[in-house]
Every structure is written in C-alpha cells, then in structure tokens.
C-alpha cells in the first residue's frame, strides 16, 4: 500500500457512519480480507457466517430437526451468541461454551445451508446483525451473502469479492490443509453456494455495488485493490457533497 493511501485510511471520515459491506461466494477469501480491511481502517468487524454457523450447532446440539424450520427459527430466537466485533481477535460462544473452532467442523459447513436457507431464522439473524452495526455507531466492516443488498443496502461502501471456482476451490483446500478430497471441497465451496443462492444473491453485483476479482490477486494485493476501492468511494463522495 503507499505511503498516501495508509495516511488517507488514517483519517478516513473520523467520527462519522462508515459501513463497509463485503459479500462474496465460499472460498473467495472474503472473511481473512474483510478482517484485514477493518484492522488497515480501524473499524469493527463482523463474520455473519459465523452467526449462521453457531446457530447450527445450537440446533444439531440440541437436537433440532433442521427439516423443521419452525424449530430452526424458534431456535434463533433463543440463540444464546456471543460474538467477537474486533478484527484483532475471534470468538464464537454459544451459552457460554467456545465454540470457535466446533463451528468450523465439516459437519457444520455440510449442515449450515439448512438453516441459513431458513427465512424465518435469516429474519432473525439479519435483526442482530443491524442491531451490532448499530451498537458500534456504523463504523464496522461487515461480510457474508446478503449485507450489500439486505443486512446493509445502505452501506457507504458496498463490495462483492469474488474469484474464480478454481482459485476459491485452490484456497479452501489449503485453508483446510489438504484434509478434504476434490468432491468434498466441491460439495462445501460450490454446493453450499448452489444451496444458498436459492434465498440470497450473491454471485452478482447489485446496482451500486463494485466488483473486485481476486482470481489472480495475492491476499496482500486484494486488500489493497479493496482498501483503494473504499477510499475511492469515500473520496468521490466527499467531493460530490462538497
């Protein structure tokens, strides 16, 4: 990054709403770079996958049928979560116990588009998500499927990160360090997003929102390409008011 932008991102609208909303398919790297952006800019983060995650376990922990979707809804209802709003550290606790890294299991990923695809509990997850954009006074990165055109249509900035299925296949398998086969990795990065696309957009740009194509970025140069993408925005719109 130059010297000139890290001093713009320094200053970067002080005291004032700054959403950044980040969509984007399994495996396009949206969450390490999302949590990257909010680090450079100083603002909060947060993973709503996680959310969709934790409440899965929730449900298979307490044995809910996720056919049933009355359940599944009731249960978000209930959902004891607490999640981190940091990008400088990660936690996932449901009723007090970690489960970090439980929500990350295979079993979960292969069951998470049942509830995610549940609309009464996606209602439910969307409220909490506006509710802690709003506890940290709009000044938050906020990534998953639905925050450019749902959760935050609003957003100062709106982004869908996407790449290539072969680069996010590429990245998912070494993100699970070669522990999957080809068709497992298939059925968790483009299975799941066949699944989830049935209740949610995601694998293209709404009006407003800017496209940037990782396919043959490095994590480093992505997070530049995205940190000049929303200082850009802000830049144009700070002119056009003035």
């Given at each position: 990054m130059t010297q000139e932008l890290i001093e713009i991102v320094d200053v970067l609208r002080p005291g004032k709403s700054l959403v950044v909303a980040i969509d984007g398919p399994s495996g396009s790297g949206k969450s390490s770079v999302s949590k990257e952006v909010a680090r450079r800019l100083k603002l909060a983060y947060l993973d709503?996958?996680?959310m969709y995650r934790a409440l899965t376990w929730f449900c298979l922990d307490r044995g809910?049928?996720?056919?049933?979707?009355?359940?599944?809804?009731?249960?978000?209802?209930?959902?004891?979560?607490?999640?981190s709003t940091s990008p400088l550290e990660e936690y996932v606790r449901v009723g007090g116990t970690d489960v970090t890294l439980a929500v990350r299991?295979?079993?979960?990923?292969?069951?998470?588009?049942?509830?995610?695809?549940?609309?009464?509990?996606?209602?439910e997850l969307i409220r909490r998500q506006r509710e802690l954009i709003e506890q940290h006074h709009r000044r938050m990165v906020v990534e998953g499927r639905d925050i450019t055109t749902v959760v935050a249509p609003h957003a100062e900035?709106?982004?869908?990160?996407?790449?290539?299925?072969?680069a996010r296949l590429r990245r998912r398998g070494m993100q699970l360090g070669g522990s999957q086969s080809a068709e497992q990795l298939a059925a968790?990065?483009?299975g799941r997003d066949a699944r989830d696309s049935t209740v949610v957009n995601f694998s293209q740009a709404a009006d407003g929102v800017v496209t940037l194509d990782s396919s043959e970025l490095d994590f480093a140069q992505t997070v530049d390409a995205a940190l000049s993408i929303v200082t850009g925005i802000i830049d144009h719109k700070a002119i056009n008011r003035d």
């Open positions: 709503t996958g996680a809910t049928d996720l056919a049933d979707r009355a359940a599944v809804e009731a249960a978000s209802k209930s959902l004891p979560l607490e999640i299991e295979p079993s979960i990923s292969a069951a998470v588009s049942a509830v995610a695809t549940t609309l009464g509990a996606r209602t900035v709106r982004l869908l990160l996407t790449a290539s299925e072969e968790q990065v483009t």
